[in-house]
């Protein structure tokens, strides 16, 4: 038994072990032996890094800590990159993008009913042009992503440069076609940002996919074109 609480011990090993462990001051003993197993597990791990990384799926930079021995290949920003990241063969994506625009064109998507209204759309393309952007023109501060908050609308643009001030806008079929019901909200939000433009006095350039021939056109429009609006694409003028 012990003498300074009472507690019964079933042997002198387990009562040693009570003394020391409950009544006894072992704060430098488990800072000594916690100092020891972090510097073992730094020697076989490596040191903590910190870097600023890509996000996989939208490109957005963040940074990052990790230990050297586990750092990873790809990183994504949230949550929601990584869940929506799909399949990441090319074969598999062309495949699908060819699948979507002969659908489109038959005007399937105006027969399917689709029950989940989380189905997401991706563009390839989309993520080529701000990296290529991003990499060629560092100094106009080529940004994706982030929001506006414009007439208590929350509205996004996909490239803009506050440099030069200029939006890019790569515009898939759900911008054309009612594919979960959200068309009007869309457009509604397209006319938004057209407007937002004009008053901050941004050029906008807007290209449908599939419309573009490659990625010097777009290099054109931006850097020698003085136009403030540009559609490029038959689905527009059907909107109007």
């Not at 006319?191 to 906008?204: D, H, S, T, V």
Request: proline share 2%.
């Amino acid at each position: 038994m012990c003498n300074i609480c009472g507690q019964t011990l079933p042997n002198h090993s387990a009562y040693a072990n009570h003394i020391r462990w409950y009544h006894k001051d072992n704060t430098e003993y488990v800072k000594k032996v916690s100092a020891a197993l972090l510097k073992n597990y730094d020697k076989k791990q490596g040191e903590i890094i910190t870097e600023e990384v890509c996000c996989e799926k939208c490109l957005k930079k963040f940074e990052v800590s990790f230990r050297e021995s586990k750092r990873k290949e790809k990183y994504y920003c949230s949550r929601s990159c990584a869940n929506s990241r799909g399949p990441r063969t090319p074969e598999f994506k062309k495949t699908l993008s060819d699948k979507i625009k002969k659908m489109w064109t038959a005007g399937h998507y105006d027969e399917i009913d689709y029950t989940s209204i989380n189905k997401r759309f991706s563009s390839q393309k989309e993520r080529e042009i701000i990296k290529y952007f991003k990499e060629k023109y560092p100094d106009d501060n080529w940004t994706s992503g982030g929001r506006l908050i414009y007439e208590d609308t929350s509205i996004t643009r996909d490239m803009y440069s506050d440099k030069l001030k200029v939006c890019f806008e790569y515009d898939g079929i759900w911008h054309f076609k009612d594919i979960h019901g959200q068309l009007k909200d869309k457009q509604r939000k397209d006319n938004l940002l057209e407007k937002w433009c004009m008053e901050k006095q941004y050029r906008l350039i807007r290209i449908e996919d599939g419309q573009m021939e490659n990625i010097e056109q777009l290099e054109k429009l931006i850097y020698e074109s003085s136009n403030p609006l540009i559609k490029v694409g038959p689905s527009y003028d059907k909107l109007l």
